[in-house]
């Protein structure tokens, strides 16, 4: 297990899901409290998507938002077939040569790729990963008919292997029903529920943030300087 990075590791309970503009949100409702960055650790199809760009456009960040080392692979495949296709491997020691050179007074928020069972290879998941991070975690969900079973047990699966679950941000039109039921039988807090923006601008997204992402603050506590 690494020494915790201070912050938090986005994960989602699928493939777009919402993780990189929540990512963005966080980077607009925190900056002011502390310095942080983003990071992507591997990127997969990126010749169709760079999350990290998506990042810097949304959140306006500089080049000190943002540590933009890490694995791309072309195809958008779950990384252990990407690293396939490309004839090349991907395992945890890998990044932790890029974690070495992070500045360790910074915030990270750390986005993984897919949700926590995706494999990184033929013996690790995406969850080894996490565990080897120790960080805590945000889950991102959809707030659409089939969340309730997806979110329940991404949170199981972090429980299990120990990893603390800091909060759930829902991504669609609201549904109290199921945001009440990931609460209960998840004994999480849904910090954020997140439109479909009509237009997706840095805007639209720091307004958003600002006023209905994390009202009480929960977040600081893992984002504050310490």
Known sequence: MYAMLPGLFITGTDTNVGKTVTAAALMH????????????PIQTGIEQDDDTATVRRLAACGD???WTEGIRLHRPLSPHLAAEWSGARIDISQLDRFIAAMPVNDRWLIEG??????????CELMIDFMVHLAMPVLVVARSTLGTINHTLLTIETLHRRGLEVAGVVMVGERNRGNRETIERFGAVRVLGEMPIFAQLTPEALGNWAKMELDP??????????R
């Open 29 to 40: 409702r925190y900056r002011r409290v502390c310095h942080m960055r983003y990071w992507k």
């Open 113 to 122: 790729a897919g949700g926590v069972l995706v494999p990184i290879n033929e």
């Open 216 to 225: 009480e603050g929960h977040f600081a506590r893992y984002l504050a300087e």
């Open 64 to 66: 000190s938002d943002l």
